[in-house]
């Protein structure tokens, strides 16, 4: 708020009315008075208020009209009942009726009131927060119902726009070093991933893979990008920061890919590094194969974590995972393809292969990887096979 809170006092005895609006004006607030309601509406339709503060009974129009007056014409401004001890049913009636709070008379402590104030601001700031949140997803929503209707009509096209998507093939910030490959099993491919500069301090990454394969698959991926986007300019704008918490995001993301009722869910690493404490913070949404990490010895072990699928439960819980980024290091995260075309029989052995794959002791690159694996001229496949590489 870039203005003094403005608060409307209503109140038909003038000492009553008076005794607030000299604590109020002391208290920084920017106060009008009304001492009935057909007056206070008459204030408020000239000179808005950020929060009401009204008694109940009073002559020509009283608390109760005045809150059906407001509520009717659409206002849904911070309404706060004060009135006395014995007129309860009168409160609960206001408070039935849209009142944001209610406060006793004789008010001995002012100071409860000036709490019940900014208690109210505090919760119009987040209603109004969420509003533009929920504008800003339906315009991004509207946007990407037309990016899907292109996609549909011409799936050369889809595939432009989704690989337009996708982060550039190598990237470094500071010393980080990333990398990715996407090899679709059909034109499209349901495997996304993107590594980005949050802010100063942190740097994150992630991998999705959606369930299913082609073109529903690949439009979950742009609705993925499209979110975490708003997630990242959220906290770049100060107004968010579940982006800086993978277990939140994980959650946040669920509660999104349900609400869109596409009938797809996705399984999803998330990472965020900090930079100043060398500290990489995870949360697995489901996917497998876990991550595989090598330190600086060359020891190769897969990152522990697990969880839920990204938009399958609407009360999925995601837990965060804490791994100390040494000065040499090698994080492979695969999407689960990968062990579609390992040329091993038991889940074990081919862990025990990925595992082999990227104890390089130069640090595995992509191209190390597609040789690893035989994928160098391979035309066609039975799952989207999908690598992120972190190194240092």
Wanted: proline fraction near 4%.
């Amino acid at each position: 708020m870039n203005h003094k809170p403005k608060v409307l006092v209503i109140d038909d005895e003038a000492l009553v009315r008076e005794s607030i609006t000299a604590f109020l004006d002391d208290s920084g607030f920017d106060v009008l008075e009304a001492e009935n309601g057909r007056d206070a509406l008459q204030i408020f339709h000239e000179q808005h208020s950020d929060v009401i503060l009204c008694d109940l009974h009073m002559p020509i129009m009283n608390g109760l009209e005045l809150l059906n007056q407001l509520r009717a014409e659409g206002a849904d401004v911070p309404f706060i009942v004060v009135s006395g001890a014995g007129v309860v049913h009168d409160a609960v009636e206001a408070l039935r009726l849209g009142a944001w709070d209610y406060v006793v008379k004789p008010i001995t402590d002012l100071g409860k009131l000036e709490h019940a104030i900014h208690k109210a601001l505090e919760r119009s700031r987040l209603v109004y927060e969420n509003q533009l949140y929920r504008e800003e997803l339906e315009s991004t929503n509207h946007e990407l119902k037309q990016s899907l209707a292109i996609l549909k009509e011409d799936q050369e096209a889809g595939r432009c726009i989704q690989f337009q998507l996708l982060p550039p093939k190598e990237v470094k910030y500071d010393d980080f070093q990333f990398s990715h490959y996407i090899i679709p099993s059909l034109y499209l491919s349901g495997d996304f991933v993107d590594y980005f500069d949050i802010n100063e301090q942190y740097l994150g990454f992630y991998i999705a893979d959606v369930s299913g394969h082609g073109a529903p698959s690949a439009f979950v991926t742009v609705l993925l990008k499209s979110l975490m986007d708003q997630y990242i300019n959220r906290c770049r704008s100060g107004l968010d920061t579940v982006i800086l918490d993978p277990s939140l995001l994980l959650k946040r993301l669920s509660g999104e890919i349900l609400k869109a009722r596409l009938g797809k869910y996705l399984t999803m690493i998330y990472g965020v590094i900090h930079r100043e404490t060398q500290k990489m913070v995870y949360s697995i949404g489901g996917h497998f194969p876990n991550p595989v990490f090598m330190d600086q010895e060359g020891k190769t072990r897969f990152l522990e974590g697990s969880g839920f699928p990204v938009g399958v439960f609407e009360k999925a819980e995601y837990k965060n995972h804490e791994v100390d980024l040494p000065e040499h290091f090698s994080l492979v995260l695969f999407s689960d393809g990968v062990l579609e075309i390992i040329k091993r029989d038991e889940l074990e052995e081919k862990e025990q292969y990925l595992l082999e794959v990227v104890q390089d002791p130069d640090g595995i690159d992509i191209d190390g990887l597609l040789q690893y694996l035989g994928l160098k001229d391979v035309k066609e496949m039975p799952d989207d096979v999908t690598f992120l590489i972190l190194k240092r």
